[in-house]
Every structure is written in structure tokens, then in C-alpha cells.
């Protein structure tokens, strides 16, 4: 096989056209085509073909996953479903090469998709997965603490209990959970009480009335532990609200 040209992509700089006996073979990354100084007129063999294709099938997944990561910080559990997710849609899957990155409607095809994706990609789920670990676009620990703060200082606060039981949800585990509840105490000491104390608020203006009201009292007592906060902390915010009325 000869190149018989080599142009760059007008829609993406990072690609060029790989024109092979006079037809295009394919897309392939610039920086793959310098690494193996190829240019127009070179021999090349089906091992380099294919590790061009190879290189760019794996550059796509990156970038989508990149993308799906700039949208918020994402568990390690979240870009793996994430990527099995996109596997079962893809009607072309090319494990040798790579994957085409084209879409399906047809039942049937997408259920080859998934069948293929999921029981011979499963390596490439976890070699995406340890690049961006590797290179720290995903780590859980920083998730964590990131996941925390935003719970902790919404318009609608968690406690660290319910806050625990939605990290475990996305696969972080209680090790790392632990450390980012130490990191967040450490920076903002005053983080949960500073929750508690507006999600406490927030019910007493909503139910409009007397807090010394057993009824009342109960029910808000009720809402902030199914919230996640301990009750202990509730029951001190309650009493020392209803003394000052």
C-alpha cells in the first residue's frame, strides 16, 4: 500500500486525510502521522494503518470524555458509565482499529453495539479510565470534595449522612468519602452547622408557625434528619430557636 496523498483535515486541525492508493482511507491525528514521519509516496504497512486508526479511534473517546468532564467534575464510576453508555450506541465497532463514532436508532444493530461494547471493550473502559486517573482528570477524592461543598452550600443544603449516601451512589468509596469530609471540615469548619442552620430556617418560614408547637417541632425534626443531618445538631438548633421566641 502507498500514500498517495496526505492533507490536512479543514474541520479539524488536529487531523489530516489519509488518501491511500488514490482513495481515502481514513482521518488520522497529525501528531501520529509526524511520530512516523510518513508523507505522500511512503510505503505503508497494515500494522501502521492500523495503529493510525487505533490512535485516532482513542483520541475521540478522549475528547468526548474530556467534554463530558467539563461540564462538572465527574466520579471515576460516572465516566465509566459513561463510556459503556456511549459503547451501546455505536452500530460500527471496529475492535481492532477502534470505533466508528456513528450513532444508531436500529434495535437490532444497537443491540450488537452493546453486546460487542460491553463484553470485548471492557479493556477499554479501564485503560480510558487509568489514562484520566493517570493524568488527574478524575480522581474521586477531589470529586468528593467537590460533590460536598456543592451539597453542603446549595439553596437546598444536605447533610453530610445524605451527602454520604449520594457519593457511595456514584462509586466513590468510604476511604476516599471520609478524606474529602476531613479536607472540606479542615477548609470550611463551619460548613454543616452553616447548612443546618439555613435548611432549619427555611422550614421554619415555610411551615408559618410557632416552632413551640410539638407538632410543628417533630415534623421539622423529621425532614432535616431525612436530609442527612445528625439529630443531636438538630435538636440543639430547635430548642435554642424556640428559647429565643
Same mark, same amino acid.
Given at each position: 500500500?502507498?500514500?498517495?496523498?496526505?492533507?490536512?483535515?479543514?474541520?479539524?486541525?488536529?487531523?489530516?486525510?489519509l488518501?491511500?492508493?488514490?482513495?481515502?482511507?481514513?482521518?488520522?491525528?497529525?501528531?501520529?502521522v509526524?511520530?512516523?514521519?510518513?508523507?505522500?509516496?511512503?510505503?505503508?504497512?497494515?500494522?501502521?494503518? *492500523?495503529?493510525?486508526?487505533?490512535?485516532?479511534?482513542?483520541?475521540?473517546?478522549?475528547?468526548?470524555?474530556?467534554?463530558?468532564?467539563?461540564? *462538572?467534575?465527574?466520579?471515576?464510576?460516572?465516566?465509566?458509565?459513561?463510556?459503556?453508555?456511549?459503547?451501546?450506541?455505536?452500530?460500527?465497532?471496529?475492535?481492532?482499529?477502534?470505533?466508528?463514532?456513528?450513532?444508531?436508532?436500529?434495535?437490532?444493530?444497537?443491540?450488537?453495539?452493546?453486546?460487542?461494547g460491553?463484553?470485548?471493550?471492557?479493556?477499554?473502559?479501564?485503560?480510558?479510565?487509568?489514562?484520566?486517573?493517570? *493524568?488527574?482528570y478524575?480522581?474521586?477524592?477531589?470529586?468528593?470534595?467537590?460533590?460536598?461543598?456543592? *451539597?453542603?452550600?446549595?439553596?437546598?443544603?444536605?447533610?453530610?449522612?445524605?451527602?454520604?449516601?449520594e457519593?457511595?451512589?456514584?462509586?466513590?468509596?468510604?476511604?476516599?468519602?471520609?478524606?474529602?469530609?476531613e479536607?472540606?471540615?479542615?477548609?470550611?469548619?463551619?460548613?454543616?452547622?452553616?447548612?443546618?442552620?439555613?435548611?432549619?430556617?427555611?422550614?421554619?418560614k415555610?411551615?408559618?408557625?410557632?416552632?413551640?408547637?410539638?407538632?410543628?417541632?417533630?415534623?421539622?425534626?423529621?425532614?432535616?434528619?431525612?436530609?442527612?443531618?445528625?439529630?443531636?445538631?438538630?435538636?440543639?438548633k430547635?430548642?435554642?430557636?424556640?428559647?429565643?421566641?
Open positions: 500500500m502507498r500514500i498517495s496523498k496526505l492533507v490536512y483535515s479543514k474541520r479539524n486541525p488536529k487531523l489530516a486525510n488518501f491511500i492508493d488514490g482513495k481515502f482511507e481514513a482521518s488520522v491525528l497529525v501528531d501520529s509526524l511520530s512516523m514521519s510518513l508523507k505522500s509516496g511512503d510505503e505503508i504497512t497494515e500494522i501502521d494503518l *492500523r495503529a493510525l486508526k487505533s490512535e485516532v479511534g482513542w483520541q475521540k473517546w478522549i475528547d468526548k470524555i474530556l467534554n463530558f468532564i467539563s461540564i *462538572r467534575p465527574r466520579s471515576k464510576k460516572e465516566v465509566s458509565d459513561y463510556i459503556k453508555k456511549k459503547l451501546f450506541k455505536y452500530k460500527i465497532l471496529d475492535i481492532d482499529t477502534g470505533l466508528e463514532f456513528t450513532d444508531s436508532d436500529n434495535k437490532t444493530e444497537s443491540q450488537e453495539a452493546k453486546d460487542l460491553v463484553k470485548n471493550n471492557d479493556d477499554l473502559v479501564q485503560s480510558l479510565l487509568s489514562f484520566l486517573s493517570e *493524568r488527574g478524575i480522581n474521586n477524592i477531589d470529586f468528593a470534595i467537590w460533590f460536598t461543598k456543592q *451539597r453542603l452550600t446549595s439553596g437546598n443544603p444536605k447533610g453530610l449522612n445524605y451527602i454520604k449516601s457519593l457511595f451512589s456514584k462509586g466513590v468509596d468510604k476511604n476516599d468519602i471520609e478524606l474529602a469530609f479536607k472540606v471540615k479542615e477548609e470550611f469548619p463551619e460548613y454543616e452547622e452553616s447548612a443546618l442552620n439555613k435548611a432549619f430556617l427555611k422550614q421554619v415555610k411551615n408559618k408557625t410557632e416552632i413551640t408547637d410539638k407538632n410543628v417541632k417533630n415534623k421539622i425534626i423529621a425532614y432535616l434528619v431525612s436530609k442527612g443531618f445528625r439529630y443531636s445538631d438538630i435538636k440543639l430547635v430548642d435554642e430557636y424556640a428559647e429565643q421566641i
